[in-house]
Nanobody
Framework: QVQLVESGGGLVQPGGSLRLSCAAS????????MGWYRQAPGKQRELVAT???????VYRDSVKGRFTISRDISKNTVTLQMNSLKPEDTAVYYC??????????WGQGTQVTVSS
């Protein structure tokens, strides 16, 4: 199983930006699924953005145009740039990786709080 370590969460005012990073302990291939989920208090974990096995990108509708996911295969990292943050973006954000080579992996989570 690959280990995932997230960084970059914090407190930001509405309209602000944050950048989340996730580093994987093993080699990530372009055919691997790697992305971000989030879970707000009292709610289910939901997909935010992810690279699919075909290499395409999927965003949840509420973050389209505001969030951008990117990855660096050579460094085994995936990044989520979050702009124009809203209070409803407040949640714990989790990095996720799926591969045919190892079980699905989750990071420990990083808190993002959007509040004035």
């Amino acid at each position: 199983q690959v280990q995932l370590v997230e960084s970059g969460g914090g407190l930001v005012q509405p309209g602000g930006s944050l950048r989340l990073s996730c580093a994987a302990s093993g080699n990530i291939f372009t055919s691997d699924v790697m992305g971000w989920y989030r879970q707000a208090p009292g709610k289910q974990r939901e997909l935010v953005a992810t690279f699919t096995r075909s290499g395409s990108i999927v965003y949840r509708d509420s973050v389209k145009g505001r969030f951008t996911i990117s990855r660096d295969i050579s460094k085994n990292t995936v990044t989520l740039q979050m702009n124009s943050l809203k209070p409803e973006d407040t949640a714990v954000y989790y990095c996720n990786a799926q591969s045919t080579r190892w079980p699905t992996s989750w990071g420990q989570g990083t808190q993002v709080t959007v509040s004035s």
